[in-house]
């Protein structure tokens, strides 16, 4: 059974450019979050999709984007990147309900 | 809104020693509280989680943890650590209201290093 598979797992980007990266979440699971890593720090919560819809938002700017489809894969994406959006990009699936995260590799972004 | 403290950003430990990392958290409302372990390079893996009941957690690899409500504290603990446990160690809360299906606010970590 294969867990929370995310792609690419490593990009470059330059300043203004925009980025998509893709998440597939652990099989019998509904929900997907994404969440930001920088650098010695612990991760910040971008948003949660439950039914193709963002179900919650963390303090991110509308730059961030995302989308699930009917299989419950997901996107991110974010426009006009700033140096400051290099990070590890963290996807995690859940069911609905306090249960357990289960977080895939990430992806990580650098913005030259 | 809430917030967790992790006191320490690094602990070092002799190995087969016992370690305690500490998280403090504060919130408004009732929370749920988990410890979730991070490899070098890889995502995060949940060691373990407080919801209801007993204060007193056991999560996998050895690791427990105790929900302390007045202290507001929800502090890790091993008795006997090994090699393989270094690793960055996260604290992270999410509250009650939304029936725990909120995202998660995460400390900055606990980087545990075992010296041989």
């Known amino acids: 059974d294969a867990g929370v598979t995310q792609s690419p797992t490593h990009l470059i980007k330059t300043r203004g450019q925009q980025v998509t990266l893709r998440c597939s979440p652990k099989?019998?699971?509904?929900?997907v979050s994404w969440y930001q890593q920088a650098l010695g720090q612990g991760p910040q919560f971008i948003f949660q999709?439950?039914?193709?819809?963002?179900?919650q938002r963390g303090n991110f700017p509308d730059r961030f984007s995302g989308h699930q489809f009917p299989n419950y894969s997901s996107e991110l994406n974010v426009n006009a990147l700033l140096l400051g959006d290099s990070a590890l990009y963290l996807c995690?699936?859940?069911?609905?309900?306090?249960?357990?995260?289960?977080f895939g590799e990430g992806s990580r972004l650098t913005v030259l | 809104a809430q917030s967790v403290t992790q006191l320490d950003s690094q602990v070092p430990v002799f190995e087969e020693a016992p370690v305690e990392l500490r998280c403090n958290y504060s919130s408004s409302v009732s929370v749920y509280l988990f410890w979730y372990v991070q490899y070098p390079n890889q995502g995060l893996q949940l060691l373990l989680k407080y919801l209801s009941g007993s204060t007193l957690v056991k999560g996998i690899n050895g690791f427990e943890a105790e929900f302390n409500k007045s202290q507001t504290s929800f502090h890790l603990r091993k008795p006997s650590v090994h090699i393989s446990d270094t690793a960055e160690y996260f604290c992270a809360v999410s509250d009650r209201i939304g029936g725990g299906a909120d995202g998660l606010t995460f400390g900055k970590g606990t980087h545990l290093i075992i010296q041989p």
């Open positions: 995690a699936s859940s069911s609905q309900g306090p249960g357990e995260l289960f």
């Open positions: 999709y439950y039914e193709e819809e963002e179900r």
């Open positions: 099989s019998g699971h509904d929900t």
